[in-house]
């Protein structure tokens, strides 16, 4: 059974700065896809950056530009650098992993990200 923990989450100020990781309990290269996806209260969840094992990166349009996701494969984990955060940043964060060839797909607790001031 994969495992994944995300980390990383917290209160900070509108403008600031957050670093999710999200440690997986095997070689992350083993997922065709890994991703951060959020839900803010009374929404639906939405993917918000994904990775593939080749490395290609996509992104949600509202945070284009301010957020960046990356990986080390040495550690097994991905991470999620947000900056200039606004309110409407605020939500929890989950990190996803997927397996094509069955279809597998495995999501972290989560990590509450609050942008307040």
């Known amino acids: 059974q994969v495992q994944l923990v995300e980390s990383g989450g917290g209160l900070v100020q509108p403008g600031g700065s957050l670093r999710l990781s999200c440690a997986a309990s095997?070689?992350?290269?083993?997922?065709?896809?890994m991703g951060w996806y959020r839900q803010a209260p009374g929404k639906e969840r939405e993917l918000v950056a994904a990775?593939?094992?080749?490395?290609?990166?996509n992104y949600v349009d509202s945070v284009k530009g301010r957020f960046t996701i990356s990986r080390d494969g040495a550690k097994n984990t991905v991470y999620l650098q947000m900056n200039s955060l606004n309110p409407e940043d605020t939500a929890v964060y989950y990190c996803?992993?997927?397996?094509?060839?069955?279809?597998?797909?495995?999501w972290g607790q989560g990590t509450q990200v609050t942008v307040s001031s």
């Open positions: 996803n992993a997927q397996i094509s060839i069955n279809l597998a797909n495995y």
């Open positions: 095997r070689r992350i290269f083993l997922f065709d896809r």
């Open positions: 990775i593939t094992s080749g490395g290609s990166t």
